[in-house]
T-cell receptor, first 115, second 113 residues
Framework: DQQVKQNSPSLSVQEGRISILNCDYT??????FLWYKKYPAEGPTFLIS?????DKNEDGRFTVFLNKSAKHLSLHIVPSQPGDSAVYFCAARINSGGSNYKLTFGKGTLLTVNP | EAGVTQSPTHLIKTRGQQATLRCSPISGHTSVYWYQQALGLGLQFLLWYDEGEERNRGNFPPRFSGRQFPNYSSELNVNALELEDSALYLC????????????FGPGTRLTVL
């Protein structure tokens, strides 16, 4: 059961344009959402996060939007740069009780930013 | 500051054997997390260790086990290897219980023949 879904395996955008990566989830108990970026042969690196009590978080060129009613979050990158080309993972955190947290990841979206 | 390190980079085993993967967290981090990334799947949470104790585990059979040492480094053991255990195994560390920011190592590629 895929509780965190990234339905687009890949996305290609032009340098300078906006990249929008989407993520849907099914479990309303998720309380925190994160985006990670992964380059080939490297581990994922934390990018940006958002608490379930917020609907937007911005950090430089990166903005994450959360729509709890739709169980949907998106990552906007503006403007996109060729160095942003990587696999982006959406992750959601759940507390199963007594600080027993668990992160559930989506399958990732490969973003390619063309010069 | 050194990042999370994992060894070995690649590991080739045959079915039924045991594999041991190692992880050294960032200095000062007490939590270590293990994930499996199989082909076509996202990262699947395996295990979380903090202060030497197993705090939580994902939906994996008991033949996936591990431990955390007093220096906070960690070992993941996979017994009775099966072909579908072939995957990239990622280790991450954070400050105690810092689920909001985990720092990942480069991973160990395990191939089971």
């Amino acid at each position: 059961d895929q509780q965190v879904k990234q339905n687009s395996p890949s996305l290609s955008v032009q340098e300078g344009r906006i990249s929008i990566l989407n993520c849907d989830y099914t479990n309303s108990m998720f309380d925190y959402f994160l985006w990670y970026k992964k380059y080939p042969a490297e581990g994922p690196t934390f990018l940006i996060s958002i608490s379930s009590i917020k609907d937007k978080n911005e950090d430089g060129r990166f903005t994450v939007f959360l729509n709890k009613s739709a169980k949907h979050l998106s990552l906007h990158i503006v403007p996109s740069q060729p160095g942003d080309s990587a696999v982006y993972f959406c992750a959601a955190r759940i507390n199963s009780g007594g600080s027993n947290y668990k992160l559930t990841f989506g399958k990732g979206t490969l973003l390619t930013v063309n010069p | 500051e050194a990042g999370v390190t994992q060894s070995p980079t690649h590991l080739i085993k045959t079915r039924g054997q045991q594999a041991t993967l190692r992880c050294s967290p960032i200095s000062g981090h007490t939590s270590v997390y293990w994930y499996q990334q199989a082909l076509g799947l996202g990262l699947q949470f395996l295990l979380w260790y903090d202060e030497g104790e197993e705090r939580n585990r994902g939906n994996f059979p008991p033949r996936f086990s591990g431990r955390q040492f007093p220096n906070y480094s960690s070992e993941l053991n996979v017994n009775a290897l099966e072909l579908e255990d072939s995957a990239l195994y990622l280790c991450a560390s954070s400050l105690q219980g810092g689920w909001d920011t985990q720092y990942f190592g480069p991973g160990t590629r395990l191939t089971v023949l």
